[in-house]
């Protein structure tokens, strides 16, 4: 029995040790929770160390907690830049959770959140926290390519920390990175097909993606000469 007049029910025995459980309830505090009386059923609770019936039970300190106080949220960022290409899709990209003044201990679970901003449904990348990440102040988090998607998108990322008792955080800040997996390129057309000797036509390149330096220079002209030039708009020029 239980200091809130509740029970705990016994669930297992194994070695020395007999597990039972119990649902906090809302109000519940650490003082609700100590075991003030045992109901064995007949069954002998022998002291460990003298093999006389325990007449009381003590309460470790520490095995009972009421947490009601969830992490600060974190804050993420890109390792890299904010460009993922195809090759870094390919083999995963990480990202930095900083885990500063958040209260994230060892064991703490960090989600991170990669939404594509044509969709509602993210991806969800899930990491414990370890000895390690707690020292540092940041957790790094491999996010896969199935994570990332394979398609061109904004994606939209975020991450929260979840402690041992389920208090989750608030979402981090978002960060939005840009994922390029298509290559670029040019497509060639002119408004007059049939040349002959001393004619002229308007050769016009477009391309699949704006480039600031794409200009004649990356032209080869082969038996004839190619004057004017220069960028029409972002992607065009003729």
């Given at each position: 029995?239980?200091?809130?007049?509740?029970?705990a029910?016994?669930?297992?025995?194994?070695?020395?040790?007999?597990?039972f459980?119990?649902?906090?309830?809302?109000?519940?505090d650490?003082?609700?929770l100590?075991?003030?009386?045992?109901?064995?059923?007949?069954?002998?609770i022998?002291?460990r160390?003298?093999?006389?019936?325990?007449?009381?039970?003590?309460?470790?300190?520490?095995s009972?907690v009421v947490?009601?106080?969830?992490p600060?949220?974190?804050?993420?960022?890109?390792?890299?830049?904010?460009w993922?290409?195809?090759?870094?899709?390919q083999?995963?990209?990480?990202?930095?959770?900083?885990?500063?003044?958040?209260?994230?201990?060892v064991?703490d679970?960090?989600?991170?959140s990669?939404?594509?901003?044509?969709?509602?449904?993210?991806?969800?990348?899930?990491?414990?926290?370890?000895?390690?990440?707690?020292?540092n102040?940041?957790?790094?988090?491999r996010?896969?390519?199935?994570?990332?998607?394979?398609?061109?998108?904004?994606?939209?990322?975020?991450?929260?920390?979840?402690?041992?008792?389920?208090?989750?955080?608030?979402?981090s800040?978002?960060?939005?990175?840009?994922?390029?997996?298509?290559?670029?390129?040019?497509?060639i057309?002119?408004?007059?097909?049939a040349?002959?000797?001393?004619?002229?036509?308007?050769?016009?390149?477009?391309?699949?993606?704006?480039?600031?330096?794409?200009?004649?220079?990356?032209?080869?002209?082969?038996?004839?000469?190619?004057?004017?030039?220069g960028?029409?708009?972002?992607?065009?020029?003729?």
């Open positions: 029995g239980l200091s809130n007049g509740r029970v029910q016994y669930r297992n025995y194994a070695g020395d040790t007999m597990t459980t119990y649902t906090v309830a809302a109000g519940d650490v003082a609700d100590f075991v003030r009386s045992y109901n064995a059923n007949n069954v002998r022998n002291n160390i003298t093999p006389t019936l325990a007449t009381s039970l003590i309460n470790p300190s520490g009972l947490d009601t106080i969830a600060n949220k974190p804050t993420v960022e890109m390792v890299s830049d904010l993922i290409n195809s090759r870094e899709q083999s995963g990209v990480d990202v930095r959770v900083r885990l500063n003044n958040t209260g994230g201990v064991g679970l960090v989600s991170v990669v939404r594509n901003d044509s969709s509602s449904l993210p991806r969800y990348v899930g990491y414990t926290l370890t000895q390690s990440d707690v020292s102040g940041f957790a790094l988090i996010l896969s390519s199935a994570a990332l998607g394979r398609v061109n998108a904004r994606l939209i990322l975020s991450a929260t920390i979840t402690d041992a008792a389920g208090n989750a955080s608030l979402k800040d978002d960060i939005n990175v840009q994922l390029d997996v298509a290559s670029p390129t040019v497509g057309t002119t408004n007059n097909t040349l002959r000797i001393g004619s002229t036509s308007v050769i016009t390149f477009t391309l699949s993606e704006e480039s600031p330096n794409f200009g004649g220079n990356n032209i080869n002209a082969a038996g004839g000469m190619l004057n004017g030039a960028i029409v708009t972002g992607k065009q020029i003729g």
